[in-house]
């Protein structure tokens, strides 16, 4: 789905009022499911990386970015996730040769290029394949709300620009669960970007005590774009925020199109996105998880798209390395110690 404009907006619009007690009872289903007892653990530390909002705040580009710097120290991380966009229901041990995003989802294609990813809907099971294979800790990507496999770090990732919205739940604003009931299941708050729309999730977060790390989603950089008309879609949470960020980098978007969150596309749109540049003159771009998927398709149509699409990579990078470092090894000693005393 495409994410409605008026989640983010600071006054409640008509359409959430009119939704709202749909959200009440969405939020206090969701509430008690968030609080559930884990129905099962894994021998390796487990790391969640998620959000409290649906849509995108960058939870792929932070576990890449932490599974290096733990790779940097000898760490073997692993990644597990849902796979949400494909139709595998695992566990199964993601193979970026074999597999296309219709499988197991482009989030899980991008994090197999860089580490062991298993695809589970079922995350105790997909937890039980991932201690098979070479690896020391676990990175979910995602599952934040899912209760079934306990957690030994949750970190939740909020926009600083958007926050979380009108701060009402699905469907009337973006919350996945009322945000106190999000507040209580989280370990270190990060903040991405900059703006003051998160200051009430801060603020939660300082009473709560919790770390607080500030990070930034940085673009690489493509001169050939400049100076060139681009037509930029994207299939993400918020399409208007990666053509934002084009716009930011000082780059001519003359044309945009987007499409639904995870979006599977058809021959047709890739036909037309095709037909639309060649009539325009303008050159393509995309993300790089639009281009996971696109990549993935086996038809010919999408390698003329491949070939046609520049990508834009994003990197997460966060200011305070040491201390996220530290909190992600104390976690792993405590969960060692524990192994051992046979905890």
Same mark, same amino acid.
């Given at each position: 789905?495409?994410?409605?404009?008026?989640?983010?907006?600071?006054?409640?619009?008509?359409?959430?009022?009119?939704?709202?007690?749909?959200?009440?009872?969405?939020?206090?289903?969701?509430?008690?499911?968030?609080?559930?007892?884990?129905?099962?653990?894994?021998?390796?530390?487990?790391?969640?990386?998620?959000?409290?909002?649906?849509?995108?705040?960058?939870?792929?580009?932070?576990?890449?970015?932490?599974?290096?710097?733990?790779?940097?120290?000898?760490?073997?991380?692993?990644?597990?996730?849902?796979?949400?966009?494909?139709?595998?229901?695992?566990?199964?041990?993601?193979?970026?040769?074999?597999?296309? =995003? %219709?499988? /197991? #989802?482009?989030?899980?294609? +991008?994090? @197999?290029?860089?580490?062991?990813?298993?695809? !589970?809907?079922?995350? $105790?099971?997909?937890?039980?394949?991932?201690?098979?294979?070479?690896?020391?800790?676990?990175?979910?990507?995602?599952?934040?709300?899912?209760?079934?496999?306990?957690?030994?770090?949750?970190?939740?990732?909020?926009?600083? =620009? %958007?926050? /979380? #919205?009108?701060?009402?739940? +699905?469907? @009337?604003?973006?919350?996945?669960?009322?945000? !106190?009931?999000?507040? $209580?299941?989280?370990?270190?708050?990060?903040?991405?970007?900059?703006?003051?729309?998160?200051?009430?999730?801060?603020?939660?977060?300082?009473?709560?005590?919790?770390?607080?790390?500030?990070?930034?989603?940085?673009?690489?950089?493509?001169?050939?774009?400049?100076?060139?008309? +681009?037509? @930029?879609?994207?299939?993400?949470?918020?399409?208007?925020?990666?053509?934002?960020?084009?716009?930011?980098?000082?780059?001519?978007?003359?044309?945009?199109?987007?499409?639904?969150?995870?979006?599977?596309?058809?021959?047709?749109?890739?036909?037309?996105?095709?037909?639309?540049?060649?009539?325009?003159?303008?050159?393509?771009?995309?993300?790089?998880?639009?281009? @996971?998927?696109?990549?993935?398709?086996?038809?010919?149509?999408?390698?003329?798209?491949?070939?046609?699409?520049?990508?834009?990579?994003?990197?997460?990078?966060?200011?305070?390395?040491?201390?996220?470092?530290?909190?992600?090894?104390?976690?792993?000693?405590?969960?060692?110690?524990?192994?051992?005393?046979?905890?």
């Amino acid at each position: 789905m495409k994410a409605p404009r008026f989640w983010w907006s600071e006054n409640l619009s008509g359409a959430a009022i009119v939704l709202w007690p749909v959200a009440w009872l969405y939020g206090w289903f969701a509430a008690r499911r968030l609080h559930r007892r884990p129905r099962g653990g894994s021998n390796l530390p487990v790391i969640c990386i998620g959000n409290y909002v649906a849509g995108g705040t960058g939870k792929t580009p932070f576990a890449l970015m932490l599974a290096a710097l733990l790779a940097k120290d000898g760490i073997r991380p692993g990644f597990l996730l849902r796979g949400y966009g494909g139709r595998a229901k695992g566990p199964v041990v993601v193979d970026p040769a074999a597999h296309m =995003a %219709t499988d /197991v #989802g482009d989030e899980a294609l +991008l994090l @197999a290029r860089e580490a062991p990813t298993v695809v !589970a809907a079922d995350r $105790v099971a997909g937890a039980g394949l991932a201690q098979t294979l070479d690896i020391d800790v676990l990175l979910m990507d995602d599952g934040f709300q899912n209760p079934s496999l306990k957690k030994d770090l949750a970190f939740a990732l909020v926009d600083a =620009a %958007t926050g /979380v #919205g009108n701060g009402l739940c +699905l469907p @009337a604003g973006p919350l996945r669960a009322p945000l !106190a009931d999000q507040i $209580v299941k989280t370990d270190v708050l990060v903040i991405v970007g900059t703006g003051g729309q998160a200051d009430e999730v801060v603020h939660l977060a300082a009473r709560k005590g919790l770390p607080i790390l500030h990070a930034e989603l940085v673009p690489g950089l493509h001169e050939d774009l400049k100076d060139t008309p +681009l037509h @930029a879609f994207a299939g993400i949470g918020r399409p208007e925020k990666f053509f934002r960020m084009l716009e930011d980098l000082g780059l001519n978007v003359a044309r945009t199109s987007s499409f639904p969150d995870h979006h599977a596309f058809t021959e047709e749109d890739a036909k037309r996105l095709l037909q639309q540049s060649e009539t325009d003159g303008h050159v393509l771009v995309t993300t790089e998880k639009d281009m @996971a998927r696109i990549a993935s398709a086996p038809e010919e149509v999408f390698r003329w798209l491949e070939n046609r699409s520049a990508t834009l990579l994003v990197a997460m990078n966060v200011s305070e390395t040491g201390r996220l470092l530290s909190l992600v090894h104390g976690t792993v000693r405590n969960r060692a110690f524990r192994v051992g005393r046979g905890a």
